[in-house]
RNA sequence: GGCGUGUUGGUCAAUCGGUUAAGACGCCUCCCUUUCACGGAGGAAUGACGGGUUCGACUCCCGUACAUGCUACCA
């Protein structure tokens, strides 16, 4: 049977470190062996539908190299992919299940609802639940004689579909991550399948859909575990146990500090981004950043939320996606959460970075340098050249600016205090003179530079490191970056004797 | 409260009954570099706790603790 697995995301806002890896090992796993990758959309929830949110998610995926087969733009032989597009086709399911005694109809408003879990809360049961003991005490098709049902249903009276959940069964499911777990039915309530509004809630959706998709394999995250012996129990209501798929929980990404999921909060609130790529959110006009626009390269990105919660039991931590596909296996999936480090993943950045090739690496360093010169008249060929110098030290695309400005605009002299400190005679004279030195050079290149550098100082009595550091900070404006010469090289003679001449006039 | 799941250094983690308990990030020291990095060499730092099972337990079992998830007509 041909491997099919599906990440069924619900477009509500930006897509989170987590999703983006249920995306990966899912893909991962169509991709190992040699199966389907069908993106769904969980839009049943019409209050909490996002205006742009499904095309965001679709450009996160596609930025991340991790495209699926099928979606709801691709199509594919399963259409529609919405899930509120396939809304007829819920009831009839949900009929079904009805008609064979596992499901009935609650008339039961919220106000109703939460007058029984007020009237039942006890301290010993803080949350009651609409389970096999309350059933019976609500207005529902158990309690109502059928023509009362019939009739309210003839008159329009809103109402949902709920599971019948049996009482003292076991209920259990293997796990690929876990192995078996086991759930005492008794203890579940009874879920909401078909909601007023005609629309399945997740739970029918999900059977129903990985079904008719024919899923063989769903991985979701750890915190659908409680509520799946209702899935269990509604494949084998259906009649689909057989066909239903293996089950994968995945363990959730915590926050650094403290413990619990890694939120959005907690990425403002440590300065990182949880969010694959910038998110604008249309309800609050408020944009959250991006691994993206942070300066991550998909590829690390990738890499290192493919090391989070899974490793290979080898060395090696670098690996294509390629690489990933081939090694890939859910049995090395953590059963722990694991806490984000944002440290690591900014070195699993760098380590991309260093062995990107220079041209390649200066077209994505390219936008960031021309924002913040502005409309910069920058050429790919100079780019190129400094990318090449400073890379050793950038961990993200946007340190490329900060580590490299002074190529591009004569820098501000920030540490001149270091110039004069120790500022004598000897070397005002030493860069006097070689300015006019250096306005007949006529190799301008880093050997030459340095040569003459080098043979002026002894004529001036000094040693080079008296020189180097001043004109570092003439070149730089502060003790950082690659070899003053190889500046020297690229910004150009005339350019590095106007720096000179701003310190020594 | 109930139920589920989990627990190896600060963090990510290897180990699948026998090891001096890997490796990586971060941190510290030194070297390299007349700057900052990169790189190199060292270093500190780990099996939550208590019981079993076993010749032997990080590994298997049971408790306890702690953490976390769920307990919506949200996913």
């Known amino acids: 049977m041909k491997v099919r697995v599906r990440f069924a995301p619900s477009p509500t806002g930006g897509l989170h470190l987590g999703g983006v890896r249920t995306v990966l090992y899912n893909y991962l796993f169509a991709r190992h062996h040699g199966g389907d990758f069908v993106l769904r959309i969980e839009d049943t929830d019409q209050n909490r539908f996002v205006e742009g949110a499904e095309q965001y998610i679709m450009d996160c995926l596609k930025w991340c190299g991790l495209e699926p ?39 039961d408003t919220p106000e109703e609802l939460e007058k029984m879990r007020a009237e039942y809360r006890r301290d010993d049961n803080t949350n009651p639940q609409y389970d096999h003991f309350t059933r019976g005490l609500m207005r529902n098709s158990l309690t109502l004689p059928a023509e ?19 009482e003292n069964e076991t209920v259990t499911l293997t796990d690929m991550i876990r192995g078996e777990i086991s759930f005492d039915s008794s203890l579940v309530d009874d879920k909401v399948l078909l909601k007023a509004d005609g629309m399945p809630t997740y739970h029918l959706a999900v059977v129903v859909d990985d079904y008719l998709m024919k899923i063989t394999h769903a991985f979701r995250g750890e915190e659908w575990l409680p509520s799946a012996p209702v899935h269990v129990l509604l494949w084998q209501y259906m009649g689909w146990k057989e066909h ?62 493919a090391m989070l919660g899974w490793n290979p039991g080898v060395e090696k931590e670098l690996f294509s996606l390629d690489e990933l596909v081939q090694i890939f296996s859910m049995e090395r999936v953590h059963k722990g959460g694991a806490k984000f480090n944002f440290e690591k ?118 040693k080079k490191g008296d020189v180097m550091l001043p004109l570092r900070i003439m070149l730089v404006g502060g003790k950082y970056g690659p070899g003053v010469f190889a500046i020297a090289e690229v910004i150009g003679k005339e350019e590095t004797i106007k720096r000179i001449k701003f310190v020594t006039r």
């Open 244 to 305: 239903m798929p293996q089950w994968a929980h995945l363990p959730l990404i915590l926050k650094p500090d403290g413990n619990g999921k890694l939120s959005k909060r907690d990425g403002d609130r440590l300065g990182f981004p949880v969010f694959a790529m910038n998110w604008f959110d249309p309800k609050t006009g408020e944009t959250t950043k991006g691994f993206r626009e942070m300066g991550f390269l998909p590829q690390a990105f990738v890499n290192m939320l």
């Open 345 to 462: 993943a900014k070195w699993f950045n760098h380590q991309y970075i260093q062995h990107t090739d220079n041209a390649v690496l200066a077209e994505m360093v390219k936008p960031y340098i021309v924002k913040e010169l502005g409309d910069g008249n920058m050429e790919i060929g100079k780019l190129e050249k400094v990318v090449g110098l400073i890379k050793d030290r950038c961990h993200l695309l946007t340190d490329f600016w900060e580590q490299g400005h002074f190529f591009f605009a004569t820098p501000e002299i920030k540490e001149l205090a270091v110039i004069k400190d120790k500022w004598n005679d000897q070397k005002q004279q030493f860069f006097t003179t070689w300015q006019s030195k250096l306005e007949l050079l006529t190799d301008w290149n880093h050997d030459a530079l340095e040569a003459s550098c080098n043979e002026l100082a002894v004529e001036c009595g000094l």
């Open 148 to 166: 009362t049902v019939a009739e309210l249903v003839e008159k329009g009276t809103p109402y949902v579909v709920r599971i019948k959940m049996p």
């Open 69 to 107: 087969d099928e979606s709801p733009l691709k199509g594919g032989p399963y259409t529609p992919y919405r899930q509120s597009e396939r809304k007829p086709l819920y009831k009839d399911y949900a009929e079904q299940l009805i008609d064979s005694g596992y499901a009935y109809i609650a008339f």
